[in-house]
């Protein structure tokens, strides 16, 4: 998978996780109608700590993809490449035919 495939699956996963916040919530007031005069079971807590958690994992996915965008933009600078111009399969065949002729001209 490339780059630009994990940030799109990336951005669908995301609009799936804004989905399920947004059920959470209508979960969340439907369970506390239906729990009024009933003991809770420990459901909600885990569901809770299981949303919590995918959250955080989601924001640390985004990171480290922004992260990568940013080291691939630095690199590709680096070699006298537009950011703008190359995508990441690009440059890396680049660079691979590159190290190849160096490779074979040793």
């Known amino acids: 998978m490339n780059l630009q495939g994990i940030n799109d699956s990336f951005k669908d996963l995301n609009m799936k996780f804004k989905a399920v916040n947004e059920l959470n919530d209508k979960t969340k007031e439907i369970e506390e109608e239906a729990n009024k005069n009933e003991e809770e079971d420990g459901t909600r807590e885990f569901l809770s700590t299981f949303y919590d958690d995918a959250k955080l ?47 074979v001209s040793d």
């Open 57 to 103: 994992d989601i924001q640390r996915v985004d990171e480290k993809i922004k992260n990568i965008e940013e080291k691939f933009k630095e690199v590709v600078s680096f070699y006298g490449e537009n950011p703008k111009d190359v995508t990441i399969e690009n440059f890396y065949d680049t660079f691979t035919k590159l190290n190849k002729d160096i490779t």
